[in-house]
């Protein structure tokens, strides 16, 4: 068949399954009330947490960087791009979570391949939740080591996995709070199995840094660990922190080495300075008020307790992920839609992004967020028509 036509016949097969992704186009800065294709909405499905991506501090950071060093870092790290913005705010994520040391990239995805492309070989071994985010698949698929996946949070899975295993290293990689679900890893228990089989534990707390622990550090310091001896933490600083880019934290032994080997490190320019200047004003705000936390806590609280006793299928979750499951991509479209229709924005997580038949609205909820935007939303989510879809979903 010729290219052209089998790429057409991939696009039918996607639109009949209702599986066609469309992208919004958003007018204005991030926040809980947006403009997408000129209308006005309360927004459920930024991971902008604690409302930072247009906070006036963040913004003059920004701006003061950019007209003292320019727009482009110019280079990679390793060749002339690593300002002392960079170095400075490596500094500062390593002494906020406690860690000897932090080495910021460009992307989490791009720290999420680095890590096992680094430390694993032909020899080696890397266990990775069924439901890891994309980027620690990737991870996974793109490094030499023999890739094994154990079922959503299964510690005992991974104990077994060990002990039956003759890899030479093991390297296990577990998001701190999914992304699809909203549920939260046993760190605790991982650590404890990786300690027993000399084995290195990587959390992705993409969706935990900024808003997890009592002080925003993440997964880690909810479960009283921290980024040092087997565990290695990566923060992704475009969710919490309403930044951009990632950072990979740990000993120094770790982080060292990944600025010597890692190729999606050595190989990319690095983050503009005003970015990086941006996360460091970021964490200063998450370090300094914890009350957006708070606020936070306060938002997931009453979301909850508003759906729990509906017949919607409400995920376990502390986080402010909280996904609502359908099954079926159709319905899950009908119900963003129809919240689309009253002024609600939420987005429909469709296959491949999670499993088949377990399409979902994926509601995300902010600091910024009113009591009455969450009455709103939660009144349209238990309302008659919302029903009848979930009934025939
Ligand atoms: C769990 C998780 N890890 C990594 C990433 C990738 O981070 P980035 O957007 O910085 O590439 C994401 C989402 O973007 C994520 O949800």
Excluded at 246 to 268: H, K, M, N, P, S
Excluded at 302 to 322: G, K, N, V, Y
Aim: charged share 20%; with cysteine; hydrophobic share 40%.
């Amino acid at each position: 068949m010729p290219w052209r036509d089998e790429l057409a016949a991939q696009h039918e097969a996607r639109k009949r399954d209702q599986l066609w992704r469309r992208r919004s186009v958003v007018s204005g800065p991030q926040s809980v009330e947006v403009s997408v294709d000129g209308q006005q909405f309360v927004n459920f499905c930024s991971n902008d947490y604690l409302g930072l991506a247009n906070h006036p501090d963040v913004i003059a950071a920004a701006v003061a960087a950019i007209r003292q060093r320019g727009t482009g870092s110019g280079a990679s790290h390793l060749i002339c791009g690593h300002s002392d913005d960079h170095q400075q705010v490596e500094h500062q994520i390593a002494e906020f979570i406690g860690a000897e040391k932090a080495i910021l990239f460009s992307t989490g995805y791009m720290a999420n391949l680095a890590i096992p492309q680094t430390f694993l070989g032909h020899d080696d071994m890397i266990l990775l939740d069924r439901l890891n985010h994309a980027s620690l698949i990737d991870g996974g698929r793109y490094c030499e080591a023999k890739m094994k996946r154990y079922a959503h949070c299964d510690s005992d899975a991974v104990e077994k996995l060990l002990g039956d295993s003759e890899a030479r290293r093991t390297l296990v990689s577990t998001d701190g709070v999914f992304s699809m679900d909203g549920t939260v890893a046993p760190v605790k228990k991982l650590k404890t199995i990786c300690d027993q089989h000399d084995s290195v534990l990587v959390v992705d707390d993409a969706h935990g840094f900024g808003v997890m622990g009592d002080c925003g550090k993440g997964t880690l310091e909810d479960a009283q660990l921290n980024a040092a001896g087997n565990v290695l933490m990566v923060g992704t600083l475009g969710k919490s922190a309403g930044s951009f880019g990632a950072f990979v934290a740990g000993d120094a032994i770790y982080i060292e080495t990944l600025i010597q080997f890692a190729r999606t490190y050595i190989y990319t320019t690095a983050l503009p300075p005003s970015v990086v200047a941006a996360t460091g004003a970021a964490i200063k705000i998450i370090a300094s008020q914890p009350e957006r936390q708070e606020k936070l806590n306060a938002n997931i609280a009453q979301f909850r307790s508003a759906i729990m006793d509906s017949d919607l299928q409400l995920c376990d979750s502390s986080t402010p992920i909280q996904p609502i499951l359908f099954g079926s991509a159709e319905a899950t479209i009908q119900a963003s839609e129809f919240l689309k229709r009253n002024g609600v924005w939420v987005s429909a997580i469709r296959p491949p992004t999670v499993p088949v038949g377990s399409a979902r609205l994926r509601i995300t909820l902010s600091s910024d967020h009113t009591s009455q935007q969450i009455a709103k939303l939660t009144g349209l989510l238990t309302s008659d028509e919302m029903n009848k879809i979930a009934i025939i979903s």
